[in-house]
């Protein structure tokens, strides 16, 4: 069992920046692969960024690519979502989530835990 605990989020303006950290506990994190989601109200969660479980390969979705950046800390158990030049649009619940396999996919039901989430909201 992974259990999986988002933070970071919060209200920032248009432009501005966040770093989303998720830390893992239970397993040791290096053996999976994670990924990043955002659900915002009334839209289905949808895939944002996912990174290996080395941290050698990452995937973006094309709404964040060039502004976001996905990294890890085995060490500490931790994922990062660097987010920059934030835009309105990236409003929602973001969504920290762990596969057990060597892919990092992009689909949400391939993935074994989740967690809770953490609000965030971007101002115009």
């Known amino acids: 069992q992974v259990q999986l605990v988002e933070s970071g989020g919060g209200l920032v303006q248009a432009g501005g920046s966040l770093r989303l950290s998720c830390t893992a506990s239970?397993?040791?994190?290096?053996?999976?692969?994670a990924g990043w989601f955002r659900q915002a109200p009334g839209k289905e969660r949808e895939f944002v960024a996912s990174i290996t479980r080395s941290g050698a390969s990452t995937s973006y979705a094309d709404s964040v690519k060039g502004r976001f950046i996905i990294s890890r800390d085995n060490a500490k158990n931790t994922v990062y979502l660097q987010m920059n030049s934030l835009k309105p649009e990236d409003t929602a619940v973001y969504h920290c989530a762990a596969r057990q396999g060597v892919l990092a996919t992009t689909t949400p039901h391939t993935y074994d835990y989740w967690g809770q989430g953490t609000q965030v909201t971007v101002s115009s």
């Open positions: 239970g397993r040791t994190f290096g053996s999976y692969a």
